[in-house]
């Protein structure tokens, strides 16, 4: 610091705009890993009345220093995406939001469909009607069932599709349930993955 400071002038050093901000930061670190060098040598932390802790969070601070590599030329895509993440960051939240009415609308229609009457499974049903009605026993199992069939993994406990227990119960709501996953992976993901491209560039 004392030779950039000779080189430079303190004033160009400290108060030129561009630099200012990680001189600065610089210089607080020298001077709080000073104090605690003096400390150490003095004698302990404990006998110097400075809680330990505070010295812990000062070595995390340090590790601040690794952004001002992030200037670098070859950090740029990085930082773009970085840029666009935050930039896209409420999008992103209604997004959730959005996804969240939708899969909850839909659980409580499969719900009080192909759910049980009782918060319990049938016990003298086919293994197709327990196999849907374990997946749609409550909301919220019918929510991670619906969010799981929307992400392509639609299947039972033991492995076969959902969507052919369902078929085995009712042809009618097979199709409903197929028509859900449509528009959700068609529909929903699509507009939200524009609108939210849209909004990062």
């Known amino acids: 610091i004392f030779l950039k400071v000779g080189l430079n002038g303190c004033h160009a050093h400290y108060c030129k705009e561009g630099d200012r901000m990680s001189n600065i930061f610089d210089f607080c670190l ?3 890993d000073t ?17 330990a802790s505070l010295f812990r969070v000062v070595r995390l601070v340090r590790m601040a220093r690794i952004v001002r590599l992030l200037r670098a030329s070859v950090f740029k895509d990085l930082i773009s995406m970085l840029q666009g993440m935050v930039g896209a960051a409420s999008t992103l939240l209604w997004s959730c939001v959005t996804m ?20 319990q499974v049938s016990a003298g049903a086919s293994k ?10 409550n909301v919220p199992r019918s929510m991670i069932t619906t969010f799981r069939c929307t992400f392509g993994d639609c299947t039972d406990t033991d492995g076969t599709p959902l969507l052919e227990q369902i078929l ?28 939210f491209v849209e909004s990062s560039l």
């Open 168 to 195: 085995n119960i009712s042809v009618f709501w097979s199709y409903v349930y197929a028509g859900f996953i449509f528009v959700a992976v068609i529909g929903l993901f699509n507009v939200i993955s524009a609108i």
């Open 35 to 51: 104090v605690q060098l003096v400390v150490l040598l003095i004698g302990t932390v404990a006998s110097a009345g400075i809680p």
């Open 30 to 32: 020298v001077i709080v």
């Open 100 to 119: 969240v009415l939708f899969l909850y609308t839909a659980s409580l229609i499969f719900r009080e469909s192909l759910g049980p009457e009782e918060m």
């Open 128 to 137: 197709s009607q327990q196999m849907v009605e374990e997946s749609f026993l």
